[in-house]
């Protein structure tokens, strides 16, 4: 028999229950002899995107990233060049404190068969986990959420949209706004219309391919084929090819469970790698190899499960994936700065009326700060 005793309420006298009178959350106290642990969706987040950094200042912090700047020039005789100076873009992070408070009854703890304190804190440092990986996948996929203040700011948060064909909706796309942190503070990868000039240009200059080819190579396109999780090798090489123009080899390729399922399915038919049925370069799409074994599913075709790799990426798949969106990704180096002015910390709180409790805080900052490390293709 399971027996449920009333549970805390917030100090707003809100809880599960608020629309029945407010009466908070339900607390079990008993479940046979052993708690059954539920399933946690784990993607080390900080591992793959961020480079962590420490400050001993609070507010906003401020990281400068050179920029190419200077030239040769040629000089007649007698002649001096020109003064020419270093050119610096500054990134802000903002960084803030983040916090849960945890209360544990008297009454919980002497009828609990279980340690009440421990299993608190233990879902606290999950609901910690959860948090952090919920921040950065929004930030690095372009997701808007009020709470985490993530996406771009539109009068609401709101996602970062794509472009089709060239044409993009300039307050969610367009690249003075994913620049402007006072829209997003958290960051984004290179948007539409980047310029190399202006004081908030994130856009530099890579050998001999110049604004126009640098420009159209943005960071958020649109899937070329139709469908919630719609997945093409088409826009994986895409994806590569925008991401190598700017200097960055693609390194990992992040989807989700549906996405893998489309994937999947296109390897369940060896006859796309048939002569008849490969995209001829007239077609304008990619050059399908004419043997199974060549093919890019080659060896899945052969083995029937996930060797690892596309395309020379690492496939990751993960439920943290957002609906409708994959990433291809360098992570050679680390897109995104993690700024941490203080680390996770516990402490004893003491609110009277029969109340354990502990809060536990941190404050942290994190941004994107190599908006041409990543590529996001969007369903529309």
């Not at 310029?195 to 649109?222: E, H, K, M, P, W």
């Not at 994806?239 to 992040?254: A, Q, V």
Request: include cysteine.
């Amino acid at each position: 028999m399971v027996d449920a005793t009333p549970g805390l309420l917030t100090t707003l006298n809100t809880g599960s229950y608020a629309n029945t009178g407010g009466t908070g959350e339900r607390v079990l106290i008993d479940y046979k002899d052993a708690i059954i642990d539920y399933k946690v969706a784990d993607l080390p987040v900080m591992q793959f995107f961020a480079d962590p950094m420490s400050t001993d200042t609070g507010g906003n912090i401020d990281i400068t990233f050179g920029k190419p700047s200077m030239k040769l020039e040629q000089l007649e005789e007698g002649t001096t060049p020109q003064y020419q100076h270093t050119k610096l873009r500054s990134e802000r992070v903002a960084v803030k404190e983040w916090g849960i408070a945890i209360g544990v009854t008297r009454r919980m703890i002497e009828d609990s068969r279980f340690n009440e304190v421990e299993m608190a804190l233990n879902e606290a440092r999950r609901a910690v986990d959860r948090h952090m990986t919920q921040h950065v996948t929004n930030v690095i996929f372009g997701i808007g959420d009020a709470t985490l203040q993530t996406g771009i700011l539109d009068t609401t948060y709101k996602d970062i949209t794509e472009q089709t064909g060239g044409a993009y909706l300039a307050a969610t796309s367009d690249e003075s706004n994913l620049s402007d942190f006072s829209k997003a503070e958290n960051g984004a990868f290179l948007g539409a219309k980047a310029t190399l000039t202006g004081t908030a240009s994130r856009l530099d200059d890579y050998a001999n391919q110049g604004v126009a080819i640098l420009s159209g190579a943005a960071s958020y396109n649109a899937c070329t084929s139709t469908g919630l999780n719609s997945f093409t090798l088409t826009d994986v090489a895409s994806s590569i090819s925008r991401m190598s123009k700017h200097g960055y080899n693609g390194t990992h390729l992040f989807i989700n469970p549906a996405q893998y399922e489309n994937m999947l399915k296109m390897a369940d038919f060896a006859s796309v790698f048939t002569t008849a049925n490969a995209v001829t370069a007239a077609d304008g799409g990619n050059v399908m190899p004419t043997a199974a074994g060549s093919g890019p599913f080659g060896q899945m075709l052969s083995t029937g499960g996930l060797v690892g790799q596309l395309y020379g990426l690492n496939v990751v798949v993960n439920a943290w994936v957002p609906s409708g969106r994959f990433g291809v990704f360098d992570l050679s180096v680390k897109p995104m700065a993690y700024v941490e002015r203080r680390p996770l910390t516990v402490e004893e709180a003491n609110p009277g009326f029969g109340i354990i409790g502990s809060y536990m805080s941190m404050r942290y900052g994190l941004k994107v700060v190599r908006p041409e490390a990543g590529q996001i293709v969007i369903s529309p």
